[in-house]
């Protein structure tokens, strides 16, 4: 029961004694911080609880690196079921809910898909009283700040703390420390309270944050050794301070391991002594109360250092603790990309972490005679052996200290099972299963898009369909229905002019509501194809200028992505991008008719705004390289046509909403794996009109890279390749032509507006297959063994 005048109250009295204002003197963010912790105060109680009830019984544990948590204002008010009584609450003191939500900064500890879904997944689990705790670390800077200087792309430090942490509770008695052969280190934990829908269940998300045994040499300071008094310090920091940091340097590689083992080291021996509290040392106890979920490869080092603690400090024997690391064990693969199967280099294992490296050999050999004792043989066992050629295989270690393995899409599956990991699909076949990946609808329709949760309400007669995504299949009624369409339109339209506000606000530059908003929105990277987009932005621009007359619908074509800091070629993709948007946008013949914009900082809260307001949604990777994706499910929700390859979790998207409601093109999976071995792109280039006219824009001063040569390098890629990999590896060109024909299709097929929003409704009513509650219903049933524990109200 919501008190709005205790709740301003609070809000009054937490500004008083936290920043020593009344509300006519506080910052926005000062109010902020005052109303998050009013709403905290409110949630305490059942958090204490959930986790009392909990520890009941068998619960899992999401470990996870990333957690692109987003803000937490505007979701967890959603949650309560209190935004709009909050909202009234606030105009009483004159204060702006939508100021608040701005001001809040995105916590993003997270790259891209992974980490959101790992965000998404914590939201279902508390909305469906499943006992899940999440583990990772507490970054102090997200993955970077980005924005462009002369097209291209500036990283900058992401403090998402510089506003406070309302949302978090330090938990020093919990803190544990974590020992690497150079130095041992604290590991404190913070905990966020993940607030289910419609339930009394608060669940928890645990990140930790380094700190040195020794925060301050006094006696070095007092030599005047500045720098030395606190060195320990800013090491130990170093190791929370940025989520991926650069690797290209062994210091980076260290860096990079020492994050690894230092957040699933600490996690695991939280568990652990919480374990030994209540159970004493029957370690047999472990996995009927414990599932661990490994999130991709990143944790993966947590399968020896669990057998270091069970053999060093449990005195357990061999045999006994790898059958209880295996019992507890489940691991995610994310990647068909060989490149993302991560492989550490042994001799920098076996320096920073000399006993957790004589574990994994000693794991090694017991899985080669394994293999041998089953009548496999050399070539065979080379293939599969976890440590080669001075490699540490991490996801061969995932596979063989686990007792379950998924994939994240039909199609990823069976790539795995039949193709990348078939001989461990051999070896262990019942190890294998399928989870396709999930979106929570209470961020990504009820809080992103309240006109269209609202209208859902209406026709439906209650709320019930945000906890049971599937029901929007009722709304198959309205199909045909021209009032229930156009108000759908009508809602459509709306979101789009708050999108273009949004974008003239933040970017400077004016788009077309009335024109398509076509959208691709993802990490930058060559299998996802953006630069096959560009080309068809170049080569429809070109035909403009040919023929000025010709009849086009306009266009708005919007990009959101960040490239890794080392990865210049998706730095040159960006560049590119933007040299494209330059000429353009400044080209007064044609920039009525097509507009580009490259987003700057995609993260999720812009993501909020994009994907209600799109009418395209690009899905364009390579057919056979994208696991799943979750932002074809985000536009899909959001009522968005999908643009894209039969790919990932596209093949599941038209398989629920009909292929004739999307735009399919491209080679299937089954003709680039004949066509590869002897493809040849320059006979694409040279025969498909336009093509080489784009390409060559990249070497012929069309466009300027700054001297870099950047340009030139990705035109090489293209039709020369490299010594690691073929010439257009990602099958550029052989699509180019479906895609530019797929464009037409979509235009076509705009212009007809009734059976555009009929398209648009079929993909809506259809997403409750690509909601995170089913997801992780299935995990908690068929990996975990968890059950539902529901907090009394």
């Not at 009295?13 to 000062?30: H, M, P, Q, S, V």
């Not at 619960?59 to 009234?88: C, H, P, T, W």
């Not at 056979?624 to 790919?647: I, R, V």
Request: glycine content about 6%; proline content about 3%.
């Amino acid at each position: 029961m919501f008190d709005r005048e205790a709740f301003k109250e609070n809000v009054k009295r937490i500004l008083k004694i936290d920043f020593a204002k009344t509300l006519d003197k506080a910052e926005i963010y000062e109010k902020y911080n005052a109303v998050s912790k009013a709403l905290m105060e409110g949630i305490i109680d059942d958090f204490n609880k959930t986790e009392e009830e909990y520890s009941k019984e068998k619960q899992a544990y999401y470990f996870s690196a990333e957690f692109l948590m987003g803000r937490a204002l505007g979701n967890n008010l959603i949650n309560l079921g209190a935004y709009d009584k909050v909202k009234e609450a606030l105009e009483d003191l004159n204060i702006d809910i939508n100021h608040l939500e701005e001001i809040e900064e995105d916590a993003g500890l997270g790259n891209g898909g992974l980490g959101r879904l790992a965000a998404c997944f914590l939201d279902s689990c508390a909305t469906m009283n499943l006992p899940v705790t999440g583990y990772g670390i507490r970054y102090s800077h997200g993955i970077f700040k980005q924005r462009f200087e002369n097209g291209f792309q500036v990283e900058e430090g992401d403090n998402w703390l510089k506003y406070g942490d309302p949302w978090s509770i330090e938990c020093r008695k919990d803190e544990v420390v974590v020992e690497f052969s150079d130095g041992k280190v604290k590991a404190v934990p913070y905990d966020t309270p993940i607030i289910g829908y419609g339930t009394k269940n608060v669940n928890k998300l645990r990140l930790w944050k380094c700190e040195p045994i020794k925060e301050f040499d006094f006696e070095s300071f007092n030599s005047q050794e500045y720098d030395e008094a606190t060195k320990e310090k800013n090491r130990a920091e170093d190791i929370s301070r940025v989520l991926y940091p650069n690797d290209s340097k062994k210091e980076g590689k260290i860096l990079r391991l020492k994050q690894q083992y230092f957040f699933v080291s600490a996690s695991l021996q939280d568990l652990v002594r919480k374990f030994k509290n209540r159970f004493g040392g029957d370690f047999e106890l472990f996995p009927q109360y414990h599932g661990i979920q490994l999130n991709d490869t990143h944790p993966v080092v947590a399968i020896p250092e669990f057998m270091r603690i069970l053999v060093d400090e449990e005195n357990i024997q061999w045999e006994k603790a790898f059958e209880i690391t295996t019992e507890t064990f489940a691991y995610t693969n994310h990647t068909i990309l060989s490149e993302a199967l991560e492989q550490w280099d042994s001799k920098l294992y076996e320096e920073i972490l000399p006993r957790v490296y004589e574990i994994i050999k000693k794991i090694d050999e017991k899985f080669h005679r394994e293999l041998v004792a089953k009548g496999y043989g050399n070539e065979e066992i080379e293939k599969m052996r976890i440590i080669w050629d001075d490699k540490i295989r991490m996801a061969w270690l995932a596979i063989h200290g686990t007792h379950t393995i998924n994939g994240v899409a039909q199609l990823h599956t069976g790539i795995l099972k039949n193709q990348e990991l078939k001989e461990w699909y051999k070896l262990y076949p019942n190890r294998f299963q399928n989870k396709t990946n999930g979106i929570t609808p209470r961020r990504w329709l009820a809080l992103c898009n309240r006109e269209l949760a609202d209208f859902i309400t209406e026709l439906m007669g209650s709320y019930q369909w945000i906890t049971n995504l599937s029901m929007l299949k009722d709304l198959e009624k309205y199909s045909d229905d021209e009032n229930v369409l156009m108000r759908f339109l009508d809602i459509k339209h709306g979101k789009k002019k708050e999108l273009a506000q949004y974008i003239m606000l933040n970017e400077g530059i004016n788009i077309n509501p009335d024109s398509i908003f076509d959208i691709q929105i993802k990490r930058l990277h060559e299998y996802k194809r953006q630069l096959l987009n560009a080309f068809h932005i170049l080569d429809l621009y070109y035909r403009i200028k040919e023929n000025p007359d010709m009849d086009l619908f306009p266009r708005t074509f919007i990009f959101g992505a960040k490239a890794a800091p080392g990865y210049v070629r998706a730095k040159a993709i960006i560049k590119y991008i933007n040299e494209i948007a330059e000429l353009i946008n400044n080209d007064g013949e044609v920039n009525d008719k097509i507009k580009v914009v490259f987003v700057q900082n995609y993260r999720v809260s812009y993501g909020e705004k994009l994907f209600p307001g799109a009418d395209i949604s690009e899905q364009i990777s390579t057919a056979g390289k994208e696991a799943s994706g979750t932002g074809n499910m985000k536009f899909m929700l959001n009522g968005t046509p999908t643009l894209g390859t039969y790919d990932g979790a596209n093949v599941e998207i038209v398989g629920e909403a009909g292929e004739e409601n999307n735009f399919i093109f491209g080679a299937r999976v089954e003709e680039i794996n004949k066509i590869k071995d002897s493809y040849d792109p320059k006979e694409f280039y040279e025969k498909v009109p336009g093509l080489k006219r784009v390409v060559d824009t990249l070497i012929d001063g069309t466009f300027d890279d700054g001297g870099t040569g950047m340009f030139e390098e990705l035109y090489d890629s293209l039709l020369k390749g490299t010594d690691w990999h073929e010439p257009d590896n990602y099958f550029l060109f052989r699509d180019f032509d479906d895609y530019r024909e797929a464009h037409k299709k979509v235009e076509r097929a705009y212009r007809d507006r009734l059976s555009w929003a009929r398209k648009c409704w079929i993909n809506m009513i259809n997403a409750g297959k690509f909601s995170s509650d089913r997801t992780i219903s299935e995990y908690g049933k068929e990996i975990w063994k968890i059950k539902e524990k529901r907090v009394e109200k």
